[in-house]
Nanobody, 115 residues
Framework: QVQLVESGGGLVQPGGSLRLSCAGSRIMFAIYDLGWYRQAPGKQRELVASITKSGSTNYADSVKGRSTISRDNVKNTVYLQMNSLKPEDTAVYYC?????????WGQGTQVTVSS
């Protein structure tokens, strides 16, 4: 069974940085488009950043310029580097892998930005 496991979340002060990782098992990341989503309490899940199989990236306006998504197909891992974090970045962050009708989600990692 495919598994996506996120890590790297935690409590960080405003202005701080975090690097989220998502490691896949029993899945070949190289053939998937990958993304990071987040869901804050009472809000819908939203796309934060995505990276295609060919390496093209896309960012939500709210994180553009502060975040970088990258992938390592050898390690079957996708990363999200987030800088200059704000309280409104507080959410559960989920990893997503999609290839046509095949789609997989991780269980999420909590990011809390607070002083």
């Amino acid at each position: 069974q495919v598994q996506l496991v996120e890590s790297g979340g935690g409590l960080v002060q405003p202005g701080g940085s975090l690097r989220l990782s998502c490691a896949g098992s029993r899945i070949m990341f190289a053939i998937y488009d990958l993304g990071w989503y987040r869901q804050a309490p009472g809000k819908q899940r939203e796309l934060v950043a995505s990276i295609t199989k060919s390496g093209s990236t896309n960012y939500a306006d709210s994180v553009k310029g502060r975040s970088t998504i990258s992938r390592d197909n050898v390690k079957n891992t996708v990363y999200l580097q987030m800088n200059s974090l704000k309280p409104e970045d507080t959410a559960v962050y989920y990893c997503n892998a999609i290839n046509g009708r095949r789609e997989h989600w991780g269980q999420g990692t909590q990011v809390t930005v607070s002083s």
